[in-house]
């Protein structure tokens, strides 16, 4: 069984923003906290790294995502 983090920079449940993470077969599942059945993405370990690396150094940091 495939389990799925939520983002802690999610906030509280009621939160709009929200993110999932899980280790996959074939690399690292994103998907939208809101349609957990909806689709997701696949991306390799080390592009998953990058994308944590850009967001850490955007202006304002992760709330930076919500403009």
């Keep these: ?7 802690s920079y999610s ?23 809101k349609a957990p059945h909806g689709p997701h993405l696949v991306i390799t370990a080390g592009a998953f790294g990058l994308l944590l690396e850009h967001v850490r150094h955007l202006d304002g940091g992760p709330s930076a995502l919500r403009r």
């Design 1 to 7: 069984m495939t389990t799925w983090r939520k983002s």
């Design 11 to 33: 906030g509280s449940a009621t939160d709009e923003a929200c993110i999932e993470v899980a280790q996959l077969e074939g690399g690292i599942g994103v998907r939208d906290s």
